[in-house]
């Protein structure tokens, strides 16, 4: 099994169209944008994916949550997203299990693979998603063109819920 821990606001502010996202005031935007792609990614590798955010200026205790299936993690106060990475890493390493770190930190990345982990660098993950995008697109044009067109079609609300059934949410 493969795991790929992300460093969120890393890739942010790596990624140009998160990056536009998040100059132009909107972070949250950029992060639901950066856990949509994260959650096609996943839905076409089979990895298990953890993206971590820094909990900035969040007093209190960390925040997780699955979203796409996803485990989305906001760190507790005090606690850098590097450090939950590096623990994380850690302990999510073992015979079966590649962890890969996706981050540009430099310092991080030697960090988690002095420990064993894999490192990719955000420019390394981005061409990844947007294969992972081209070969989606190619896979639903050659279904389409293959698939007989339906004799009950669906409205856009029975769609919209086949979707996120399709991606792990209820």
């Known amino acids: 099994m493969n795991i790929l821990i992300v460093d969120g606001y890393n890739i942010i502010g790596a990624w140009p169209a998160l990056r536009r996202l998040k100059e132009e005031g909107d972070l949250a ?35 997780k949550y699955k979203n796409y299936d996803l485990d989305v993690i906001f760190t507790k106060e005090n606690e850098t997203a590097d450090e939950r990475i590096e623990r994380l890493a850690k302990t999510l390493m073992n ?9 540009s930190d430099y310092t991080e990345q ?3 693979f002095s420990q064993g982990a894999l490192r990719k660098s955000a420019r390394e993950l981005l061409y990844e998603i947007e294969a992972v995008e081209r070969d989606i697109s190619k896979k639903l044009r050659d ?12 409205n856009d609300r029975v769609a919209e819920i086949f979707e996120k059934w399709r991606r792990g949410q209820k």
């Open 143 to 154: 279904i389409k063109q293959r698939t007989p067109i339906s004799k009950m079609p669906l």
């Open 95 to 103: 015979a079966r299990t590649k962890v890969y770190v996706a981050t």
């Open 29 to 63: 935007a950029a992060r639901d944008l950066l856990i949509d792609k994260m959650a096609d990614y996943k839905g076409f590798t089979g990895d298990h994916v953890i993206i971590v955010f820094d909990a900035h200026l969040v007093q209190g205790n960390e925040k």
């Open 110 to 112: 030697w960090t988690v």
